[in-house]
């Protein structure tokens, strides 16, 4: 029958009472009338009269037509048309589920395009809506394969998804004849799906197996052999064209022959495998086409569930995508290994490290029990190609285990000590000793850990666990432990300290495992040396000798000799008898029980000293040494760990030698650092001191004496001694003296030392101490004469002096020094303040007697009236005013006498314009007489008060 299987033919009547038509010529040229029934029977051609029954062979279709050609109809919207699907093999039913094939969506039973047998496709799981099928020829499509054929075509279709990424398992059977022995599933596609320019061809996994359908033929049922092959597709992965869409496109087919590219991946390490365990794969890639491939990009898919990459050992040539993450990324692997020849092979080698047994996973075939490496080519010119090995990974066998601490050993003792913290990060190496010849042999890691914290949350625990027992093994610290940066940086085995960490011996331990033992026993001590040390000076520039009452300054250094940054470094300071902490200090230094303490801010670093002042106030303690003594108090890691210093004692006990502090009782030796503090008769380095002296202080005596008797004349002269005597315990080197006076009563003539200055009213003499100093109980005196000028009855005292009526002279020392020690180191000190007085009584017998005076500040001035008994010998007058330091005339012209040579008396106003009286200020009445001399008298003055004037009635 035209269309059909050869061996077949289709039947066909309208009522069960007429007879068949077994001659009709395909059901494609059948026209029937809308709305009757048909009964429809397969039957094969060598039979031109069926049984009347229509026996088994007979299929029934009972529908309403309304179509006007039934032959071209597609009842399950797949692609094929009823037709097609009805007259397949086995009935209709080519997957033989007992359905027919036209009625199941997700079934499609179609020719081959170049009628050389049937295919089928059923899909089951979330994807399983067949649209679209057919069948193309490889030349039809204008897809050539290289060297394969397709025998039966390929089958394209559309699976549809009800969500994007879900999947669909298809299965395909081929009706054919065809010799299959050396097939290959095949597909061309975006090898990125959804990415047309990487379209290529290319191997994709496939069960291909033979099975039996039972077939009726000639009244029989056989059992026919199919080909079936069954393959898994996911939307958006490779197999699916279009990319994550909810749609799976699927062009592909079954070819024979060779690819251009054979792919080849084999496991060359020789098994069982157990966790732990290197393994080795080699990928062999050879071409097998006529032309050179020039670009070979190359995909190692791997579980990394089982396994992990060994970055180490790596891969060669190496990966341009190195991340352990279940797969290997070569790009090109004729950039490293040249251009491919035809006929010519390459190979990859790609290391691996068993992780865990694979009893839970699935092998390259879906069986459980290994895990599976997939080698992918991913088109170029040789297009695409795989290639898979499955790997069993065993669980260890045994339960014995090996592990313990590696620890922070404070005091160096080898004892794990309360509180001495395990050190986690410390890289730790299992070797199996297998010729137990005590050494480390290559090949012969069999683990590696990192200490961390322990289930209680110790840190520096570490464990291989399930190690196979009845063997002999190595533990190890790695060397790159002690590597700058590495967790044991700078650390010392304890029972070993003078060897280096990297060549010493403790940093193996050898151990022969039973079956089953546990040993949590192999643990580490390591040492870290913590050392302090402090030298106490004097301050830069500060003096060794000092006054009661004075300051002085100390410098404390702080060396780390150690090889671990110490922290929170406190510092400890035992004042001596009397002093205290200054006022002046801004150290950060605080008072606590007596002595002062300070900590740090920020770190001491091995080989850079950290140096802090502190400054005390001597009390006003009696003369001698003192020795002021600082202490580390504490001090910690970078961490907060409280670690020991190797040979000192920090505390805050000055002294405290039976403490085990043999070098600070009695053999505290100034500023040594190098010695033992731990041993009898050494010092201890983190515990020094320092000296000050507190220095006689200087005394002198002051005198001034009125050498003139009293009292003396207006014009006299009249001579003062001043003396000056050591009265102390150290030379004076600096004496300067200051002689006051007032020029209103006594002028400057002379002194047996003469003044360095004189200027009004003030004399000074920089030093008179002689050129070696003033020695302790030596005296140095200057004889001063003074011409006398004016009255002194109205003086008032002047402090120091307390003589009224008399004319004050007054002498200071100020900023006098002592020398200490003459040439020595101690520096001079600054003496006290000395002042003495003198005073001399002058009178005036020649004075004009005046009947009254008087000095008031008025508006415009000050004020000042006289009026005189006699004028027999005057000429005039001038006034002058004295304000303690100068004297000055305020008259510019003379003040004619009103009755001059007369014997009668005269009144007198003069007013000193715009002038202030002051508290102090002193007017003098100079009169002229007729023969040139004159004369001054101290006028009396009121400020801002009235005065009152006798009435004088004549």
């Known amino acids: 029958c035209m269309g059909l299987v050869p061996t077949t033919c289709l039947a066909v009547r309208d009522s069960l009472d007429e007879p068949w038509q077994p001659t009709f010529q395909g059901i494609r040229g059948f026209q029937h009338a809308p709305g009757f029934e048909y009964e429809l029977m397969v039957l094969d051609e060598a039979i031109p009269n069926p049984p009347a029954d229509g026996s088994s062979r007979r299929r029934t279709l009972l529908e309403i037509v309304s179509e006007s050609n039934f032959g071209i109809q597609d009842a399950d919207d797949d692609g094929a048309s009823n037709a097609d699907e009805i007259t397949g093999p086995n009935g209709g039913d080519a997957n033989a589920d007992g359905t027919p094939d036209y009625e199941q969506p997700n079934v499609g039973s179609i020719m081959a395009a170049h009628g050389q047998g049937h295919i089928a496709i059923a899909a089951t799981g979330d994807c399983v809506d067949v649209k679209e099928l057919t069948a193309t020829s490889e030349q039809g499509s204008g897809l050539i394969d290289g060297n394969f054929d397709f025998p039966l075509d390929m089958v394209t279709y559309t699976l549809e998804c009800s969500e994007p990424g879900q999947s669909a398992t298809v299965a395909y059977y081929w009706y054919t004849d065809a010799d299959l022995s050396q097939v290959h599933f095949r597909k061309f596609g975006p090898t990125t799906p959804g990415n047309p320019a990487t379209a290529a061809w290319y191997d994709f996994p496939a069960t291909l197996e033979t099975i039996e359908i039972p077939v009726t033929e000639n009244g029989f049922t056989v059992m026919k052999p199919v080909l079936k092959g069954t393959v898994m597709l996911t939307d958006g992965q490779l197999g699916d064209d279009t990319g994550l869409d909810a749609m799976i496109v699927d062009p592909s087919g079954l070819a024979a022959g060779s690819p251009d590219v054979q792919l080849e991946k084999r496991l060359t390490s020789t098994g069982p495998f157990q966790p732990g365990m290197p393994l080795v794969y080699t990928i062999v890639i050879t071409n097998t086409s006529n032309q050179v491939l020039t670009t070979l990009p190359l995909t190692d898919t791997y579980d990394a569930a089982y396994l992990s990459f060994d970055s180490v050992a790596s891969a060669n040539p190496a990966p341009d995508d190195k991340s352990d993450d279940g797969q290997l990324n070569w790009r090109d692997l004729t950039t490293t290994l040249g251009d491919l020849a035809p006929g010519s092979s390459m190979q990859v080698v790609v290391h691996f490290t068993a992780l865990q047994e694979t009893s839970s996973a699935l092998d390259c075939n879906g069986a459980a029990g290994a895990a599976c490496n997939t080698a992918t080519l991913n088109g170029g010119i040789a297009g695409m190609a795989q290639s898979h090995v499955s790997v069993q990974i065993d669980p260890i066998p045994g339960k014995s285990s090996i592990g313990d601490f590696v620890w922070h050993d404070w005091n160096g003792d080898g004892v794990q000590d309360a509180g001495e913290p395990g050190i986690n990060g410390v890289l730790i190496n299992l070797y199996h000793d297998a010729n137990n010849n005590n050494q480390i042999d290559s090949g012969e890691l069999a683990a590696s850990t990192t200490t961390m914290d322990d289930t209680g949350g110790a840190p520096g625990f570490y464990q291989f666990p399930a190690v196979v027992g009845d063997q002999q093994y190595i533990v190890e610290i790695d060397p790159s432990n002690f590597s700058a940066g590495g967790a044991l940086e700078n650390y010392l085995f304890s029972n070993d300290k003078t060897t280096p960490p990297i060549s010493n011996g403790e940093r193996t331990q050898i151990l022969s495992l039973g079956n089953p033992e546990n040993r949590t026993d192999i643990d580490f001590a390591l040492y870290c040396p913590f050392d302090l040390a402090l030298v106490k000076t004097l301050g830069a520039g500060q003096a060794a000798g000092i006054a009661a009452g004075a300051d002085v300054t100390f410098t404390l250094a702080i060396i780390n000799q150690g090889v671990v940054t110490a922290a929170n470094v406190t ?64 001090a910690t890691d970078e961490n907060g760990n409280p670690l020991p210093d190797r040979d000192s004692t920090p505390d805050m006990l000055n002294g405290n030698g039976t403490n085990g502090n043999a070098g600070e009782a009695g053999a505290l030796k100034d500023d ?26 200087p005394a002198l005596e002051l005198t001034k004496t009125l050498e003139s008797p009293e009292p003396v004349r207006t014009g006299d002269q009249v001579s003062f001694t001043v003396r000056i005597t050591n009265t102390g315990s150290v030379t004076i080197t600096v004496l300067p003296l200051e002689d006051d006076y007032s020029n209103t009563h006594l002028s400057y003539v002379s002194a047996t030392i ?115 008994v006699t004028e027999n010998d005057i000429v005039g007058f001038h006034i002058w005013r004295n304000n303690g330091s100068q004297v000055e005339q305020r008259s510019h012209e003379m003040i004619p006498a009103k009755i001059s040579g007369q014997s009668g008396g005269a009144s007198y106003e003069w007013v000193d314009a715009d002038a202030t009286l002051h508290a102090g200020d002193i007017y003098l009445l100079e009169v002229v007489h007729t023969d040139g001399t004159a004369d001054r008298t101290p006028l009396h003055s009121a400020m801002n008060m009235p005065v009152y004037l006798p009435f004088i009635v004549q």
């Not at 950290?610 to 003594?629: D, E, F, S």
């Not at 050494?682 to 507190?694: K, P, R, S």
């Open 672 to 697: 040594q650092i190098n010695e033992d503090g731990t041993q009898p008769g050494q010092d201890e380095d983190d515990h020094d001191q320092a000296i000050v002296t507190i220095l006689p202080p």
């Open 571 to 634: 510092l400890v300071d035992y004042l001596p008898t009397g002093f205290t902490l200054s006022s002046n200090d801004t150290n950060g230094w605080s008072s606590s029980g007596g002595n002062v303490t300070l900590t740090l801010p920020g770190v001491v670093a091995p080989n850079a000293p950290q140096l802090v002042n502190i400054v005390l106030t001597a009390g006003q303690n009696p003369t001698g040494v003192y020795t002021n003594t600082a202490e580390i108090a504490a």
């Open 754 to 868: 003469a003044p360095t200055s004189v200027q009004p009213s003030t004399l000074s003499w920089n030093n008179l101490a002689p050129a070696n100093g003033l020695a302790p109980g030596a005296s140095v005196s200057v004889v001063i004469v003074f011409k006398t000028e004016a009255d002194s009855a109205l003086v008032s005292p002047t402090p120091p002096c307390t003589q009224p009526g008399e004319a004050p002279n007054i002498v200071h020392i100020h900023n006098a020094q002592a020398d200490m020690d003459g040439a020595g180191p101690l520096p001079v000190m600054n003496v006290p303040t000395y002042d003495a007085c003198a005073t001399v009584e002058i009178t005036d017998p020649t004075a004009v007697q005046l009947a009254n005076q008087q000095v008031i500040q008025v508006s415009d001035g000050v004020l000042i009236r006289w009026s005189t």
